[in-house]
Nanobody, 126 residues
Framework: VQLQASGGGLVQPGESLRLSCAAS????????MGWFRQSPGKEREFVAT????????AYADSVKGRFTISRDNPKNTVYLQMNSLLPEDTAVYYC????????????????????WGQGTHVTVSS
């Protein structure tokens, strides 16, 4: 499965961006799709994810209340609406997916995601 991420850019603190991730095939009727990010010198970290079968979502504590993950079923697309952006949100954002319906305890673990997009850069700076 190919994942195409888009929507990154340069914004000022407090502004918003919306990332999109489109999947090439409809394999996610029971799967999970989400976002991870990696800043220079840091390890990749979980941001948000959505379980396709029931719409369950999970967020990293650092983005809870500011970021919202959503989906468009006919388009096989997941969105990440990022509001009130902070300089520490600067990173390369990666879309990830698996055809498995991940249990709650596995949603935040990158090892369970089998397909990855190319990454889109988000820079938050004044």
């Amino acid at each position: 499965v190919q994942l195409q991420a888009s929507g990154g850019g340069l914004v000022q603190p407090g502004e918003s961006l919306r990332l999109s991730c489109a999947a090439s095939t409809r394999t996610f009727s029971s799967g999970t799709m989400g976002w991870f990010r990696q800043s220079p010198g840091k390890e990749r970290e979980f941001v948000a994810t959505l379980r396709w079968s029931d719409g369950a979502t999970a967020y990293a504590d650092s983005v809870k209340g500011r970021f919202t993950i959503s989906r468009d079923n006919p388009k096989n697309t997941v969105y990440l609406q990022m509001n009130s952006l902070l300089p520490e949100d600067t990173a390369v954002y990666y879309c990830a997916a698996t055809s498995r319906r991940l249990i709650t305890s596995s949603l935040r673990d990158s090892r369970f995601y089998t397909d990855w997009g190319q990454g889109t850069h988000v820079t938050v700076s004044s």
